[in-house]
C-alpha cells in the first residue's frame, strides 16, 4: 500500500513539473495556425496564377464572399471560370469558412488589377486590439497593422502574396 501511495506521488508531482510547458501550447499553435493559413492562401493564389495565367482582381477587406472577383476563360476553353470559386477550389476551404484562430476574418490589402497584371496582394491577420499590432511593410507597401507574433519576434503575420508594379 506505501508503494502505491509513493508511485501516486511520483506521478503528481511529475505531472506538476510538466505542466507548465503544455500550458502555452495552445496559445502557440494559434499563431502556427494562423501562419498555415496565410501560407495556404497566397499559395491559392499561386495555384490560381499558374492555371490562368493571372490573378483575380482582390478588394481590400475581409477575405470572404464577394471580395474576388471578375471571371476567367482557362487555356483551351471558351468557358468563363468565376474567379473566387476557382480560387477556393484551389484554397480546399469556402471564403465564408475561413477565420484565424481569434474569431476574425483574414484581411487582406491590394491593388492588383487583372487588366494590367500589376499590383500587390497582401494577406495579414488583424490585431485585437492596439497593443497587439505591428506596422507590416513590404517593399514598397505599408500602413498594414497586422497581429504580431510574440513566438516569432513579434514579426507581423502578414504575407506578401504578390508585388509588381
Known amino acids: 500500500m506505501v508503494e502505491l501511495i509513493v508511485v501516486v506521488i511520483i ?20 499563431y502556427s495556425r494562423a501562419w498555415n493559413d ?23 477587406d475581409d477575405l470572404l464572399n464577394g471580395k474576388i472577383t471578375g471571371s476567367f476563360t482557362l ?17 480546399g476551404t469556402p471564403l465564408a469558412d475561413l477565420w484565424d484562430p481569434w474569431g476574425n476574418r483574414y484581411q487582406t490589402t491590394s491593388n492588383w488589377s487583372s487588366a494590367t497584371g500589376r499590383g500587390y496582394i497582401v494577406v495579414w491577420v488583424k490585431p485585437n486590439d492596439k497593443d497587439d499590432g505591428v506596422s507590416a511593410s513590404f517593399a514598397g507597401v505599408s500602413g498594414i497593422t497586422a497581429k504580431k507574433d510574440p513566438y516569432n519576434g ?8 504578390v508585388n509588381v508594379m
Open 75 to 91: 487555356p483551351g476553353s471558351e468557358t468563363a471560370v468565376n474567379a473566387e470559386q476557382l480560387f477556393q477550389s484551389f484554397l
Open 38 to 60: 496565410l501560407n495556404a492562401i497566397a499559395n491559392a493564389f499561386t495555384a490560381f496564377y499558374g492555371r490562368v495565367g493571372n490573378l483575380p482582381d482582390v478588394k481590400t
Open 11 to 30: 506521478m503528481a508531482i511529475l505531472g506538476l513539473a510538466v505542466m507548465p510547458a503544455l500550458m502555452g501550447s495552445s496559445e502557440k499553435a494559434k
Open 154 to 161: 513579434d514579426r507581423p503575420l502578414a504575407k506578401l502574396v
